[in-house]
């Protein structure tokens, strides 16, 4: 990380990656079904019910991986075009569109001179 980081005003402090901050998603025996496992999201509701604490822990580990991508996302300006979007992190610079954009053909290539069997 680079020092001094105050050259940004008005950026939300929370999205900054900090492990702490990420809410939990966890895997508790289910007590609605015999022998099940519920996965619990960060605000106390039952996500799901699966019957083997395997599918559940998968689950989880899944939601949990969205929930540290989704805190370490800030609302950064586009490179090129300006326009503000969700960025997953230092790496992510372009909005959606402009990378899309970058990754089209802009017009069809001229073919290559290629050798005759
Ligand atoms: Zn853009």
Same mark, same amino acid.
């Given at each position: 990380m680079?020092?001094?980081?105050?050259?940004?005003?008005?950026?939300?402090?929370?999205?900054?990656g900090?492990p702490?901050?990420?809410?939990?998603?966890?895997?508790?025996?289910s007590?609605?079904?015999?022998?099940?496992?519920?996965?619990?999201?960060?605000?106390?509701?039952?996500?799901?019910?699966?019957?083997?604490? *395997?599918?559940?822990a998968?689950? %989880? =580990? +899944?939601?949990?991986?969205e &929930?540290?991508?989704?805190? @370490? !996302?800030? *609302?950064?300006?586009?490179?090129? %075009? =300006? +326009?503000p979007?969700?960025? &997953?992190?230092?790496?992510? @610079? !372009?909005? *959606?569109?402009?990378?899309?954009?970058?990754s089209?053909?802009?017009?069809?290539?001229?073919?290559?001179?290629?050798?005759?069997?």
């Open positions: 680079k020092p001094g980081s105050g050259r940004a005003p008005g950026r939300p402090k929370a999205a900054r900090r702490g901050k990420v809410r939990q998603w966890r895997v508790q025996a007590d609605r079904l015999d022998g099940c496992h519920d996965v619990i999201a960060p605000d106390g509701s039952v996500f799901g019910t699966y019957p083997t604490l *395997n599918k559940a998968s689950i %989880c =580990g +899944t939601k949990q991986s &929930e540290l991508r989704r805190a @370490r !996302m800030v *609302n950064r300006p586009c490179l090129c %075009c =300006g +326009t979007f969700d960025s &997953e992190g230092a790496h992510n @610079r !372009m909005c *959606n569109l402009c990378r899309k954009r970058g089209d053909p802009v017009e069809p290539q001229r073919p290559y001179i290629t050798r005759s069997p």
